[in-house]
């Protein structure tokens, strides 16, 4: 009976391997199989210890003498083939699917310990705390910021979170936006030594109402009278084009005529840029940087808190 229990567990598993299909679970096993090899293996413990008493008793006995030759082989064939039984179970049961796979009766998957993984988040969070204290109270508002927005025409856009930053105005039907983003501190090489002024690049673009328009693409650098340099100078008839990758961005600035050089650089002035904007997106560029990484600290310790 267990051979052919065993048998038949592995016929449907090669079975259902060869087909590459899963199929619907044989009501033979649903009666037999759960109550699974624990009770097989208590069976071909029970026949091996009847065949071990005839062995060592039941041979003395004058009355089994003339039937042991029969009875030793009927036990003995029984408890071969119910410990083979359990062996050829316990084989069938390794090699069948994952989705058929039976779990064994009082096996209790236990889930991941998040003590460790609670410490380690507390850990973070105390750091954060105080490194969010550090920054907190060694932030201040550049002077150059405030004082900028307060005496200019333009007005400042910003996002938490996002590292684009504008400054916008209106001048007749045409719309200026200066464009940047922050910037990452410079460390100094070696101590003692200064680091070189960081430069911002940006871009100014005077659009029309039809969408067409001019954007000179530049970069902040050092001094006092020209604190910006142009690299490009693009044109566009639309909107689309002006945002396309693979428009044209323009003839290098230092290749153009001096003469053109110097108009161009006169009409960026007549539309707003100066030395004080400069100023303004340097400081800003930095400010900016140094008020996300604080938020990020916040965020951060948020989430580990959790």
């Not at 009976?1 to 199929?23: C, D, S």
């Not at 003339?66 to 029984?78: K, Q």
């Not at 045409?174 to 070189?196: C, H, N, V, W, Y």
Request: hydrophobic share 35%.
């Amino acid at each position: 009976l267990l051979a052919g229990l065993a048998q038949k567990w592995k016929t449907y598993i090669r079975h259902n391997n060869k087909k590459n299909q899963q199929l619907p679970y044989p009501c033979w096993l649903k009666s037999s199989v759960p109550s699974s090899l624990a009770s097989i293996s208590i069976l071909a413990t029970i026949t091996k210890t009847i065949y071990n008493f005839h062995i060592n008793f039941g041979s003395r006995s004058p009355c089994h003498q003339a039937h042991a030759h029969i009875f030793s082989f009927s036990v003995a064939t029984m408890a071969l083939s119910a410990m083979r039984a359990v062996g050829a179970l316990k084989v069938a049961a390794a090699r069948a699917p994952s989705s058929l796979r039976l779990v064994r009766p009082g096996l209790v998957v236990r889930p991941i310990s998040v003590r460790m993984f609670s410490a380690g988040a507390s850990k973070v969070a105390k750091v954060l705390e105080s490194e969010l204290k550090h920054e907190e109270g060694q932030y201040e508002k550049p002077k150059e910021v405030q004082n900028f927005l307060k005496n200019s025409p333009f007005k400042f856009v910003e996002a938490e979170g996002d590292v684009n930053m504008a400054l916008e105005r209106q001048m007749g039907d045409k719309t200026i936006r200066i464009e940047f983003q922050l910037s990452t501190p410079m460390l100094a090489e070696e101590e003692g030594e200064e680091a070189d002024h960081e430069s911002t690049e940006l871009s100014i673009s005077v659009d029309g109402k039809d969408g067409s328009g001019i954007t000179f693409y530049c970069s902040t650098q050092a001094g006092e009278d020209h604190r910006y340099v142009i690299g490009n100078v693009k044109t566009y008839a639309s909107a689309e084009e002006k945002d396309s990758v693979s428009s044209y961005n323009g003839p290098d600035f230092e290749d153009l005529d001096e003469k053109l050089q110097e108009s161009l650089d006169e009409y960026l002035a007549e539309v707003g840029m100066s030395t004080e904007v400069c100023d303004f997106v340097d400081a800003m560029a930095s400010d900016k940087e140094q008020r996300e990484y604080v938020r990020w600290l916040k965020l951060t310790q948020k989430f580990m808190q959790s």
